[in-house]
């Protein structure tokens, strides 16, 4: 079975940095794309970064220029560094792994963390 946790949620005020961590554990063969996702109360859940399998990332409009996504392939852990934070990026930061196989025959799925919580004091 696969496992995400996230870390490095908190209490920043504006204007600072967070970096948020994902770590994948369990059986992993491979998978498509990494995201990040956030969902504000009331508010729906909403796609922040993605990097694919081949590293390549892409930003939602509202974080562009302040976020960025990484990944360490050896420790199967994905990072949000996120700067220059407002306060309208209060959200609860979930992680996602898409098309993950855990075999070479498996079907692929997607896998979620319980996410981490963000809030940003103004």
């Known amino acids: 079975q696969v496992q995400l946790v996230e870390s490095g949620g908190g209490l920043v005020q504006a204007g600072g940095s967070l970096r948020l961590s994902c770590v994948a554990s369990?059986?992993?063969?491979?998978?498509?794309?990494v995201n990040w996702y956030r969902q504000a109360p009331g508010k729906q859940r909403e796609l922040a970064a993605t990097?694919?399998?081949?590293?390549?990332?892409s930003y939602a409009d509202f974080v562009k220029g302040r976020f960025t996504i990484s990944r360490d392939n050896a420790e199967n852990t994905v990072y949000l560094q996120m700067n220059s934070l407002k306060p309208e990026d209060t959200a609860v930061y979930y992680c996602?792994?898409?098309?993950?196989?855990?075999?070479?025959?498996?079907?692929?799925?997607?896998?979620w963390g319980k996410g981490t919580l963000v809030t940003v004091s103004s």
């Open positions: 369990g059986n992993i063969f491979s998978f498509n794309v």
């Open positions: 990097i694919t399998s081949s590293g390549r990332t």
């Open positions: 996602n792994f898409g098309g993950l196989r855990t075999t070479r025959i498996t079907f692929p799925r997607d896998y």
